[in-house]
């Protein structure tokens, strides 16, 4: 009996570890390709003051500007899981899925970039430097909403500032 009980639960793992790779499940799925439409307008996403990417093709069946909305909405819940588990804080990564690229933060797809979304003669050859670059971006913002959420490093710097308002205005007087 506890032979047969073991025996399932390998059967039911060596199962369960198949189930992503079926069709239908996001892991075994690649975007379809992006197909912009002639009168879509090019969005760009600004996180913090920051150009990061710009939208310019339909993905998915998302316009541009939906695009930049979900993106936005993607940020904000990862910077929401960045800044609320005791873990260490990790950087957005990039993942290339054929002709296009998936920026991950903290377990969250953020968007994609596509070929369609370079502009230019040879967008192609354009996309694995343009998401390097992109990815860069990111990286720098996401760096500072990080630090502007931590309410002890804003103290501190406080702290340095005053302490050294202090040492300069000691050594004038």
Same mark, same amino acid.
């Given at each position: 009996?506890?032979?047969?009980?073991g025996?399932a639960?390998?059967?039911?793992?060596?199962?369960?570890s198949?189930v992503?790779?079926?069709?239908?499940?996001?892991v075994?799925?690649?975007?379809?390709?992006?197909?912009?439409?002639?009168?879509?307008d090019?969005?760009?996403?600004?996180w913090?003051?920051?150009s990061i990417?710009?939208?310019?093709?339909?993905?998915?069946?998302d316009?541009?500007v939906?695009?930049?909305?979900?993106?936005?909405?993607?940020?904000?819940?990862?910077?929401?899981?960045?800044?609320?588990?005791?873990?260490?804080?990790?950087e957005?990564?990039?993942?290339?899925?054929?002709?296009a690229?998936?920026y991950?933060?903290?377990?969250?797809?953020?968007?994609?970039?596509?070929?369609?979304?370079? &502009?230019?003669?040879?967008?192609? =050859? /354009?996309?694995?430097?343009?998401?390097?670059? %992109?990815?860069?971006?990111?990286r720098? !913002? @996401? &760096?500072?909403?990080?630090?502007? =959420? /931590?309410?002890?490093?804003?103290?501190r710097? %406080?702290?340095?500032?005053?302490l050294a !308002? @202090?040492?300069?205005?000691?050594?004038?007087?």
């Amino acid at each position: 009996m506890r032979w047969r009980h073991g025996m399932a639960s390998v059967l039911f793992l060596c199962l369960g570890s198949l189930v992503p790779l079926l069709p239908g499940t996001s892991v075994a799925q690649e975007p379809p390709a992006a197909v912009a439409p002639p009168d879509a307008d090019p969005v760009t996403l600004n996180w913090g003051n920051r150009s990061i990417v710009t939208f310019r093709a339909t993905l998915l069946g998302d316009d541009p500007v939906e695009r930049d909305l979900l993106a936005r909405a993607s940020l904000k819940t990862a910077l929401d899981r960045a800044t609320a588990q005791g873990a260490p804080i990790q950087e957005p990564q990039r993942v290339p899925m054929g002709a296009a690229i998936r920026y991950e933060w903290h377990g969250v797809p953020l968007f994609y970039l596509t070929v369609d979304d370079k &502009a230019g003669p040879r967008p192609e =050859a /354009d996309l694995e430097p343009a998401s390097l670059e %992109v990815l860069s971006r990111l990286r720098v !913002s @996401a &760096a500072e909403h990080l630090e502007a =959420a /931590d309410a002890g490093a804003l103290w501190r710097a %406080v702290g340095r500032t005053v302490l050294a !308002s @202090a040492v300069a205005l000691a050594l004038l007087w």
